[in-house]
């Protein structure tokens, strides 16, 4: 089935904000067996948005909007689609409760402006917004079916997850299919296809794999269309507990799973802790285990020693070895992990040390070559790799390795090098 | 003048990549002086290509495509406009320099697949792309024009800015329009609006100026509309200026400017250094310092205090004030300033201690309470606020606010409270 978006408003048009709702929608409505046929932007007038419409409707049979449906003039979604259908905009009570509910949670006062947000197309279905004042629209015309969603990426979603899918499944008698997405970390998709290849080839033909490029590393999905088996969830699992067993290093997890949440809940599994020395990545690292709530139960902290003398006074790097060797070099980041595990008392000891770029670079250190270490209550770790010429990519491939080597670690498959 | 954009590529509409290219042609089309009229995404087939070039040629003067320009059979763009408007695909002998030149910079083997980069339709012109194997090409249609640009976002930025935009300035004589925009921060929108009014109220009526929100704060800028007089640019700076003596504290700077980079350039300036201090932003205000080059001419290091014994013993915070007052509080704010200062041999320290949350709030310390802290060589200020109750948003804030007090310092314009 094909469906068409319109994202409505001039802010995307002028480029003041980026246009995140439809991948998010391309790849929710594509898990629920509902292809996107097109996007379309148009801006905040009346004639444009309603040609784009009626455009989609002769090509899909499912046109969802976004946008237009504040309180203000600008906004005129609403308005425009009750004239194109000629309906009536009418007080609708359940919106105007939902309204008045979140208004005055808000401690906010219920005015003329905010009222009208409960005014609605006499013949549409309204669907209730658990996350702001704009209700979404459900229109029957003739077999197809109008969507109306505010733009407001948490609150389209909202409706979306709760409202939305479970009407359409309903409606268009939309088949259940099954995905489940492996993350993983650490091969390129050619040496992960060649790997996985005898895996693949026994796969029944009833489970469809793709591979799904990330920010991360590639996802590995597992589907099964079209489906009554109440089985189909099991036999996905036992096929990605047999891809584990054959390929346990690269597997991070399982949905949305980041290396630091992965490596964060196998330390709260063994009740231990991390600390981080950071040079090249700058405090990254750091920076991507506390963005997750709880991540006080195990990191400890950390130190960014940019400054060699931050390297010798704060965490202990014996400066002969950093005036012999350089700052990236094997021993710094040996020295560098246990000096702030020993500083911090956690478990263990992350550092980085490299060149970050874009300059000092040397022909023997060209830029985006980083040495990692691990340092662990039975010794360290040390790995050295060359990256990109490009800084912000060096920060962030170094940070996942560096995280990479605890998973690892506290998995039982970390190898020396 | 209206533009439409045509965005090519299957991984846009199955949502695999979020399509940033729109939003940035978007701003830089529209300060050249052309309005995008419609954003469009299709799939990479023959015949919704054509469709959806045909109908954008029919409303605007200009169309731009990015996208589907690769050497591999998913890539039709250029088959397709060849066919299209009844063109050979044939070598083009510059092209064909361009993409050897290219290939073998990069060390690569010049082979069949990346010559077919140097096939173009015969009656278009080709348009050099620095950074890349697929030229951009530019075709002209009774009057109207179509430019088909690859969908890497730094090939496209870099042909727009040095192939694209000056072509379309002579062929359509396109009034030369002028743009600065100032970088605020610290003030919302409406009290930004209330304390300019009077120098608003002042602009002579052929500057132009808008509000734009950005993620740090509004951005103001100043156009003058199809201008051939020499002293624009100066006029601009010099209302700036004016804006400045109104509002020095809030002003960042022009452009793109960030705070951490407006900060380091003041602390260059200075010949001094700094270093941080960082509890519930976690490492984010040292990774902001030091994902920019040449952060280590100012940038010194920093500590992430999770824990608390990394407090007291990485940075000599007191034990007893921190049972005290607890880790949320000025004492340990400031201890923890004059502590990576000491500890760093830094100019200035800055700290954050705060609840991030969502966990961890109290009556008296909900969340988004952050206690920020200066410490410079002639004493410490301290400062608190509550931002927000999400836990990405508390980090940012946090950060910026942090950053901000030393840019301030810097300036002679920070005021104790």
């Given amino acids: 089935m094909v469906a068409e978006i319109i994202t409505i408003g001039d802010e995307i048009l002028i480029g003041q904000i980026v246009d995140t709702n439809s991948a998010w929608l391309g790849r929710t409505l594509g898990d629920a067996g509902i292809r996107i046929g097109r996007i379309v932007s148009v801006a905040d007038r009346a004639q444009e948005i309603e040609q784009a419409i009626r455009n989609a409707l002769t090509r899909a049979e499912l046109v969802l909007t976004t946008g237009g449906l504040g309180p203000t003039k600008d906004d ?7 004239d194109m ?8 009570e359940e919106a ?18 905010n009222q009208s947000q409960a005014l609605l197309p006499d013949e549409c279905t309204m669907l209730p917004n658990r996350n702001g004042t704009a209700p ?18 948490f609150e389209m979603k909202e409706l979306i997850k709760n409202e939305v899918l479970p009407r359409l499944q309903a409606h ?32 029944p033909p009833h489970l469809h794999l793709a591979y799904l490029p990330s920010a991360l590393g590639i996802r590995l999905r597992l589907s099964v269309y079209e489906t009554d088996d109440p089985h189909a969830a ?34 709260i599994e063994h009740q231990e802790s991390v600390a981080t020395a950071e040079s090249c990545t700058g405090g990254n690292i750091a920076h991507r285990f506390t963005a997750h709530a709880g991540a006080s139960a195990y990191f400890r902290g950390g130190v960014v020693s940019y400054a060699n003398e931050v390297k010798t006074a704060v965490l202990g790097v014996d400066s002969q070895a950093l005036a012999r060797e350089g700052a990236v070099s094997r021993i710094v980041a040996e020295q560098m992990a246990e000096g ?23 022909p023997e250190k060209p830029v985006g070559t980083v040495w990692m270490a691990l340092a662990t209550p039975n010794g360290v770790y040390a790995f050295k790799r060359r990256f990109s010429s490009l800084r912000s990519e060096n920060i962030q491939r170094a940070s996942s390795f560096t995280l990479n080597l605890l998973r690892l670690y506290l998995k039982g498959l970390l190898k020396p090098e």
């Fill in 76 to 82: 005129i979604t609403k308005r425009t689609l009750a």
């Fill in 85 to 92: 259908f000629s309906m009536k905009l009418v007080r609708n």
């Fill in 96 to 113: 105007f409760r939902w309204v008045k509910e979140m208004i005055e949670a808000r401690g906010l006062v219920f005015n003329e402006l």
């Fill in 136 to 153: 979404g629209m459900w229109f029957d015309l003739d077999g197809k079916v109008l969507i109306s969603l505010p733009g407001v990426p």
């Fill in 172 to 203: 268009f008698a939309l088949p259940r299919n099954l995905h489940k997405t492996a993350i993983t970390f650490g091969l390129a998709e050619s040496m992960l296809a060649e790997t996985i290849a005898p895996w693949e080839a026994a796969l």
């Fill in 234 to 267: 099991a036999e996905i699992d036992e096929q990605f507990a047999r891809l584990e067993k054959l390929i346990p290093a690269y597997i991070v997890g399982y949905g949305e799973t980041s290396l630091e949440e992965a490596t964060g809940a196998l330390l």
């Fill in 340 to 362: 702030v595990r020993r500083a911090t008392g956690a478990t263990y000891g992350l550092s980085t040390t490299g060149v970050a770029g874009p300059d000092g670079g040397s």
